[in-house]
């Protein structure tokens, strides 16, 4: 029934990009960075009372959404250039898998700026439950900080990618 709207192989194709090309396996040091680090900048918003008024939501709401259409076309176009890419006998070099991880790096980072979108937006309703506020304020502090890391890889995987292309 909810398999229309099943993200997990959204999380989980990003989650495999998150590997030491090296080895092949598992980068500890990545999954540190991109889902560990963000924990200390969301709980010191949290400690030091930082909350989400009217201003810091409407900012929010507007760069995400600003965000998630560029990343949108962004996608769009990653997926036109594997189209372009595949041969007949559809091998898959050095290239393909790069532009399929800066695919799954860029649906991800849609995905979390449609959650930061949800959760600004929520944040309004429960206003009134202190508890669940805080940890909506939490959520959304450490879903930007995600955001922003994994908009810096992909952004630096579309440098890698187009520098190699010109040259």
Excluded: W
């Excluded at 099943?6 to 991109?34: K, P, Q, Y």
């Excluded at 998630?68 to 898998?97: C, E, H, P, V």
Aim: hydrophobic share 55%; charged share 15%; net charge neutral.
């Amino acid at each position: 029934m909810f398999n229309k709207i099943d993200i997990s192989n959204i999380f989980n194709d990003h989650i495999a990009t998150l590997v030491d090309n090296s080895t092949g396996e598992r980068a500890t040091g990545d999954i540190i960075l991109f889902f560990v680090l963000p924990l200390i900048p969301a709980l010191l918003m949290v400690l030091y009372k930082a909350s989400l008024d009217t201003n810091i939501v409407s900012i929010l709401v507007t760069c995400m959404s600003v965000f998630a259409a560029l990343l949108f076309n962004l996608l769009l176009l990653i997926y036109d250039i594997i189209r372009k890419s595949t041969n007949g006998a559809g091998s898959l070099d050095q290239k393909l898998r790069f532009l399929k991880q800066i695919y799954s790096n860029i649906s991800f980072c849609i995905l979390i700026a449609i959650l930061t979108l949800i959760l600004s937006l929520s944040h309004f309703i429960i206003q009134e439950l202190f508890p669940l506020r805080i940890i909506v304020v939490a959520f959304v502090y450490y879903l930007v900080t995600v955001f922003v890391l994994t908009l810096f890889m992909v952004l630096k995987r579309v440098h890698v990618l187009l520098s190699n292309e010109i040259g």
